[in-house]
């Protein structure tokens, strides 16, 4: 079965940096695309960045250009996000999400999240 | 980016009732559209993809409709699991954008 495991998560003062990892199994980490999803505490669901099955293509919302880099190792099946210059706005718990095609459809299976706090 | 906006934002039904939520985009997305349903506590889980979609294992009682800038989602039986909070997705544009959500409860 598909399993997603985030990690990575914590509580980070405002303009650090941190990195998100998530541990992929039960399918074919490279056929697919990878995204990632966050959700503030009490808010909606806010799509964040996406990579293409082979790690060429990069696509990223208009709140983490310039920050966030999402990368994949697929020898590992393993997905990242490095987040820089961190933001209150930024707190939220982060989920992995595994997309139906090889780049950008709908996210068909997701992690648990992991909870990152950007607080002083 | 694409602005998609869901009605109602909230409802309240009863079991059995049909429920329709309906998502509206702000330019055309062809049938680039997902429906998601998240519990209290949960984490969301796809139900409708491209639109009209299911995904497997995902009860027949929901279907998805639209094209274009209209979108619906209907549960033809509302359960008592249904309950929860529904999301659209638009993947025809980057960003990728969600719509606010609409929340389902017991009347």
């Known amino acids: 079965q598909v399993q997603l495991v985030e990690s990575g998560g914590g509580v980070v003062q405002p303009g650090r940096s941190l990195r998100l990892s998530c541990a992929a199994s039960g399918f074919i980490f490279r056929s697919y695309g990878m995204h990632w999803v966050r959700q503030a505490p009490g808010k909606g669901l806010e799509w964040v960045a996406v990579v293409s099955h082979d790690g060429r293509n990069k696509y990223y919302a208009d709140s983490a250009k310039g920050r966030f880099t999402i990368s994949r190792d697929n020898s590992k099946n393993t997905l990242s996000l490095q987040m820089n210059n961190l933001r209150a706005e930024d707190t939220a718990v982060y989920h992995c999400?595994?997309?139906?095609?090889?780049?950008?459809?709908?996210?068909?299976?997701w992690g648990q999240g992991t909870r990152v706090t950007v607080s002083s | 980016a694409v602005q998609l906006t869901q009605s109602p934002s909230s409802l309240s039904a009863s079991v059995g009732d049909r429920v329709i939520i309906t998502c509206r985009a702000s330019?055309?997305?062809?049938?680039?559209l997902a429906w998601y349903q998240q519990k209290p506590g949960k984490t969301p889980e796809l139900l409708i993809y491209d639109a009209s979609n299911l995904k497997s294992g995902v009860p027949s009682s929901f279907s998805g409709s639209g094209s274009g800038t209209e979108f619906a989602l209907t549960i033809s039986s509302l359960q008592p699991e249904d309950f929860a909070t529904y999301y659209c997705q638009q993947f025809h544009d980057f960003p990728l954008t969600f719509g606010g959500g609409t929340r389902v409860d017991i009347k």
């Open positions: 330019q055309g997305i062809s049938t680039a």
């Open positions: 999400a595994k997309d139906v095609r090889i780049e950008a459809a709908a996210q068909d299976y």
